[in-house]
C-alpha cells in the first residue's frame, strides 16, 4: 500500500496580513503533479448557509470554478468540470474531489477562509506524480456572499474567488508572490478578484497540463495506487522494474519499492 502524505494547503487568509511583496511567480505543488484525466468536482448542494442568493452560493461556485474566466480558460481543452452533489459521502482520498461548504474535518481555522487537502497522489511509472483525490473545505465562521447576492458585499468575502483559489490547489498549484494573481495567498472582503486568473496561473496551470489539457475526463474513483499496476512504496520486491517507482532497494531477501 502506498503510504499517502496527509498535507493540507493552507489557504486563503483574511486581509491585513503584510505579504512581502516579492514578485516571484507561480509555484507548483511538490511534487509536481496532475490528474491523469479533467476532474469532475463535487460542490456540496447544501450551500453556504451565510449566502443569501438563490441555492446559498451553489450555482455560483459551479459557474465560477468551470468557467473560461478561471481555470478552464488556461487550456484548449477542458480542465475540470463541476455539479452540485450530496457531502454524505465526504471522505478524503477516495478518488472523488468534493468541495464542502464546511468544514467537517475542523481543519480550517483563524484567517484561513478555505482549504485544500493536496496530500493525495501517487507515483505513475514513469516517475511522475498523478493526483487521485484533492477536497476542499470551507470555513464557516466567516460571512459569505456571491456575485448573485442582490444586496451588495459588507465585510463578506466571494465564494467564487475563493473557490477558484481553492481549485487551484485541487488542480496542482501553490501559492504565487504575483499580487493580484489567483493563486495569491491572501484575499480582502469584497474582493473577487481572483475568480479570474491572471497569466500567472495561466502559465502555472499550463506548465503542468501543457496548453490543452487532460485528454480525458472522469475521476480515478476509489482506487488509490490505481494509476500503477506493479509494486507499490513499502512493497516487497526483488529487482527495480518491479516497482512503480523503478526503485527497489534494501539487503538481498528483505528489499522493498522506495
Ligand atoms: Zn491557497
Redesign the pocket.
Known amino acids: 500500500m502506498n503510504k499517502m502524505t496527509f498535507t493540507k ?4 487568509v483574511a486581509a491585513c496580513l503584510l505579504v512581502a511583496s516579492t514578485a516571484s511567480a507561480y509555484q507548483l505543488l511538490s511534487p509536481a503533479r496532475t490528474w491523469d484525466c479533467s476532474p469532475d468536482v463535487i460542490v456540496d448542494n447544501r450551500g453556504q448557509s451565510s449566502i443569501s442568493d438563490a441555492d446559498g452560493g451553489v450555482g455560483a461556485t459551479v459557474g465560477a470554478i468551470t468557467s473560461n474566466q478561471s481555470w478552464n480558460g488556461a487550456v484548449s481543452g477542458t480542465l475540470l468540470t463541476a455539479q452540485a452533489g450530496s457531502m454524505s459521502g465526504y471522505t478524503l482520498g477516495d478518488g472523488i474531489p468534493m468541495l464542502n461548504f464546511q468544514d467537517p474535518i475542523n481543519a480550517c481555522k483563524g484567517s484561513c477562509l ?3 487537502f493536496t496530500g493525495y497522489y501517487d507515483q505513475r511509472q514513469d516517475g511522475s506524480y498523478r493526483i487521485f483525490d484533492a477536497d476542499i473545505v470551507t470555513n464557516g465562521g466567516y460571512s459569505w456572499t456571491s456575485l448573485s447576492e442582490n444586496d451588495g458585499c459588507s465585510s463578506e468575502f466571494y465564494i467564487e474567488g475563493v473557490q477558484v ?2 481549485v ?2 485541487l488542480l496542482g498549484l ?2 504565487s508572490g504575483v499580487n493580484g494573481s489567483t ?1 495569491y ?1 491572501s484575499v480582502s472582503s469584497c474582493n473577487n478578484g481572483p475568480a479570474s486568473i491572471a497569466n500567472d496561473d495561466a502559465a502555472g496551470i499550463q506548465a503542468l497540463y501543457g496548453n490543452s489539457g487532460p485528454s480525458c475526463s472522469g475521476n480515478p474513483g476509489g482506487n488509490p495506487g490505481g494509476g500503477c499496476d506493479l509494486a507499490q512504496k513499502g512493497d516487497s520486491c526483488t529487482n527495480d522494474s518491479d516497482c512503480c517507482s523503478n526503485k527497489c532497494k534494501g539487503p538481498n531477501g528483505g528489499k522493498t519499492c522506495k
Open positions: 494547503t493552507l489557504a486563503f478555505a482549504a485544500t483559489h481553492e487551484g490547489h501553490g501559492h493563486m495567498p
